[in-house]
């Protein structure tokens, strides 16, 4: 019989750093973690081989001082989550003083033999040096991006195998991209995430393989584009690329349709006489073969998706502005040649019983799908990267993405946290959040500066080839803002096919495609530049605290918009920002981002609490939404233009 628990009926816990008591609030999906084997599924749904070995479960632990060897183990961690988490099963903060360590041993199946064995990590936070049968197989940095290491030569040819990673997480004590996570959790920021936090697991592989492949649309030309880099390669050897039907609700777990496009080379260009264009409305997906043959037989086939759409900047009528008395020609986002005001919640992706880990890929899709059951078409991924397989959903279920780059600091040394002084000092730089002057840049060391740009372009090769993103963001609040015109440009040489945000409500540049104003409770945009996208990037924040489902029930849970006492004040109040925002629309506002969809420890002001509970009717409050998207949709202005 498996072994299926919930990580709760725990008594509470403190870290070293934090003083208040922490409540657990499991999600439903806490019982259906199986903790020799979580989250089974395959990870990299774009690019599928049928041999592999999921690496979750349970593995030894051990934290030891950073410069220590590693002994015994202390006891048992649940694989992958966050060793902090209470999914994890040890719930304990490490520090930037100390290392957590690894351990579990493996076998390489008999059928694996000839092949290159392949060590894939999801991401693990914040740098990994990992060791097969004792010795090195590398070292990795970053805690948003996979990484793999080709370990072939490292095991040995029979047997049992031991594969051991030591962990070392500065988090806010440094300049590493961290996102949301500091030592002593209050207010916005919350609890550190150190380890393993996505799936670990192997592959085995040709000689001549497949590495990877990037697929970009022209829907003006109707083509798909499609690089693919191989290794291994013979004369004589052709690489094959098939481009097959698919439909709305494609999976890839299922086989894919007819072969409706193919050609060899690593550089191919596939027509389509009509396309299927993908949108919220329309979430087609292509399915993708590529395959490596010689001499006519497959060496190595690889399956995924793509699909065809267009991101954009787009001017509006001229009608619509005349008739309305407002000054003509304002600039808005286009999706497939058409203007669409794209409105979502933020969305910080964090989990009561797994922190930066969902306990299930039912989990992980429930929030996807929950923010299309409200009438949003586009989700604000806040301060943090997912793994693949929630991109892969937004992709099947339609939904555009805003992908901010995790910040590298923050303006805490302004609100007394403890930190080394140089971090501390190099942080104190002025938020000019409503001018367009005044800004001043974060002191970034250089080799951080490097280390942003290394990590920054990783995530951006990561997620460039998921259809659903359409905007980058590489700056929020100014929080370790360095050198702006240099990161766009940089993200733009990097996907010239999206829209840059430059600094979502941090000081202003004018160096990419948006400027973005934050403005709480209610929606105002107090900074505007015609020749640029202007949106209202966070605004909201209806609190309510929901009894048995809050994080710290003793703490100081709060809301931007205060406290309400009913789901009525909640409508009520997020009907009135509605309406407000749809006279912003008129004058130029292109999207907006609600805060947001659930709640995260002391912040209660989600659409769901932290362990997703609704806090309000759904259809109501896709009602509300559908209308103020229905006043961007500027493609009916003319419509309008005649009432």
């Not at 793999?148 to 049992?160: A, E, N, Q």
Request: proline letters at 6%.
């Amino acid at each position: 019989m498996k072994r299926f628990f919930i990580f709760g009926a725990l008594a509470c816990f403190c870290y070293i750093a934090q003083a208040q008591t922490v409540a657990d609030i499991p999600t439903r999906w806490a019982a259906q973690v199986n903790p020799s084997a979580p989250l089974p599924e395959y990870p990299r749904p774009q690019m599928v081989r049928p041999s592999w070995m999921n690496l979750n479960g349970e593995w030894e632990y051990a934290i030891l001082e950073k410069d220590s060897d590693f002994g015994k183990p202390e006891g048992k961690i649940v694989v992958p989550f966050a060793v902090e988490s209470s999914l994890s099963a040890v719930r304990r903060y490490v520090g930037p003083e100390n290392a957590l360590w690894y351990v579990r041993s493996f076998t390489v199946p008999r059928e694996w033999k000839g092949k290159r064995l392949m060590l894939h990590f999801g991401a693990v936070d914040w740098q990994a040096e990992v060791w097969v049968n004792g010795q090195k197989a590398g070292v990795h940095t970053g805690g948003y991006t996979p990484f793999s290491f080709d370990i072939t030569h490292l095991v040995r040819k029979s047997g049992t195998q031991e594969l051991t990673v030591k962990v070392l997480d500065a988090s806010d004590q440094s300049w590493q991209p961290r996102g949301k996570q500091v030592a002593h959790p209050q207010g916005i920021w919350y609890t550190p995430v150190t380890g393993i936090w996505q799936t670990v697991w192997m592959e085995a592989v040709p000689q001549t393989s497949i590495q990877s492949y990037l697929a970009t649309s022209d829907i003006d030309s109707r083509l798909i584009k499609i690089h693919v880099d191989a290794i291994g390669l013979q004369a004589g050897d052709v690489v094959r690329v098939q481009l097959r039907e698919g439909g709305i609700g494609y999976s890839a777990e299922k086989p894919s349709g007819a072969v409706i496009a193919a050609a060899d080379g690593t550089d191919v260009v596939l027509p389509l006489t009509t396309p299927n264009l993908w949108s919220p409305d329309n979430p087609y997906l292509y399915g993708l073969d590529i395959s490596v043959l010689r001499k006519g037989k497959v060496i190595d086939k690889v399956s995924g998706y793509t699909a065809m759409r267009k991101i954009s900047a787009m001017m509006d009528t001229d009608t619509y502005h005349t008739r309305k008395g407002v000054p003509q020609g304002s600039l808005r986002l286009g999706l497939n040649n058409e203007i669409l005001f794209q409105f979502g919640p933020l969305d910080q992706g964090w989990w009561p019983d797994g922190l930066y880990t969902a306990p299930t890929d039912e989990a992980l899709r429930f929030d996807i799908e929950k923010t299309k059951e409200w009438g949003f078409n586009m989700i604000r991924k806040h301060i943090k990267v997912e793994p693949a397989r929630w991109y892969y959903w937004c992709d099947v279920l339609g939904i555009l993405v805003w992908q901010d780059m995790p910040c590298i600091a923050d303006h805490g040394s302004k609100n007394n946290q403890v930190r080394p002084s140089e971090v501390a000092a190099g942080q104190s730089n002025h938020w000019a959040k409503d001018s367009f002057i005044g800004g001043t840049d974060c002191d970034v060391p250089e080799c951080w500066k490097k280390n942003y740009y290394k990590e920054w372009g990783e995530i951006m090769d990561c997620l460039k080839g998921f259809p659903c993103i359409a905007v980058w963001v590489p700056f929020n609040e100014a929080w370790g803002q360095f050198d702006t015109e240099k990161v766009v440009r940089f993200t733009k040489e990097k996907d010239p096919l999206r829209l840059v945000n430059e600094a979502s409500g941090g000081n202003f540049h004018f160096a990419g495609d948006i400027l973005d104003a934050h403005h709480y409770p209610e929606p105002k945009m107090n900074v505007f530049e015609r020749t640029m996208v202007n949106v209202l990037g966070e605004y909201g924040g209806i609190g309510y605290p929901i009894e048995g489902h809050i994080w710290q029930p003793n703490g100081n849970n709060w809301g931007y918009a205060g406290l309400c006492k009913s789901q009525e004040e909640i409508l009520a109040r997020y009907k009135i920002y509605a309406d407000r925002l749809k006279v912003l629309i008129e004058t130029g506002c292109a999207a907006a981002v609600y805060t947001q969809t659930t709640d995260v420890e002391v912040e209660v002001n989600g659409l769901m609490t932290y362990d997703r509970i609704e806090k309000v009717d759904a259809g109501a409050i896709r009602a509300i939404n559908q209308d103020v998207i229905g006043t961007g949709r500027w493609n009916d202005a003319l419509s309008w233009a005649l009432d």
